[in-house]
């Protein structure tokens, strides 16, 4: 939420923005960003969730998302509003805020999980590269946002923040 502060505090300085691309760190695209078809006055979202998920809560991706720069406002209040603030669960307050008119799919093929990888059999338009650590473990899950955790990951230990924050192989965490 705090990248979507920084574009509202940006727009009061009165330089013209047109869209906002918004996607995580470690997203990878299979081709350019220029083939995919955005509509540039809507809410793109990159693709719901897994079939399940979709229609028991409406999950959608939180990896890749375009919309309009008015559009900045709802975004951030649905992502305040969603339950686990990942951005999986903000199709129905946009929905009740913009209107589904104003939300589509960028891949609108059949529902997955947002842990789509680089050699996964049923590719869409962006994977996950997560080459550093793996953070898809659940290790720690629902304990707080500075639980540490170790994983095994190709024979090496890492040890990591649940939040995402990277520790270094047999460092210290400098924020606690």
Same mark, same amino acid.
């Given at each position: ?12 300085? !009165? ?34 969730? !897994?079939?399940?998920?979709?229609? &028991?809560?409406? &999950? ?12 900045? #406002? ?17 199709? #129905? ?5 913009? !209107? ?9 093929? &059949?529902? #997955? ?17 997560? =080459?550093?650590?793996?953070? =898809?473990?659940?290790?720690? $899950?629902? $304990? ?5 955790? $170790?994983? =095994? ?12 924050? &990277?520790?270094?192989? !047999?460092?210290?965490?400098? #924020?606690?």
């Amino acid at each position: 939420m705090a990248v979507l502060n920084l574009v509202l505090d940006f727009q009061s300085t !009165g330089v013209p923005l047109d869209a906002v691309i918004l996607t995580r760190f470690d997203t990878q695209f299979r081709s350019s960003l220029a083939h995919l078809v955005i509509d540039w006055g809507q809410v793109n979202i990159a693709f719901r969730d !897994g079939e399940v998920y979709w229609r &028991k809560e409406q &999950k959608v991706s939180d990896l890749f998302h375009v919309f309009p720069v008015a559009h900045t #406002r709802a975004l951030r209040d649905a992502f305040a509003a969603s339950r686990t603030g990942t951005g999986h669960t903000i199709y #129905r307050h946009l929905a009740r805020s913009l !209107g589904e008119q104003s939300l589509r799919f960028i891949d609108d093929g &059949k529902g #997955r999980g947002s842990n789509v990888a680089f050699g996964d059999p049923d590719p869409t338009f962006l994977f996950i590269d997560r =080459s550093c650590e793996d953070f =898809s473990g659940h290790c720690g $899950q629902g $304990q707080g946002d500075n639980t540490r955790c $170790q994983q =095994s990951v190709g024979g090496r230990r890492f040890r990591h923040r649940t939040d995402g924050a &990277k520790l270094v192989r !047999g460092s210290r965490d400098p #924020r606690t």
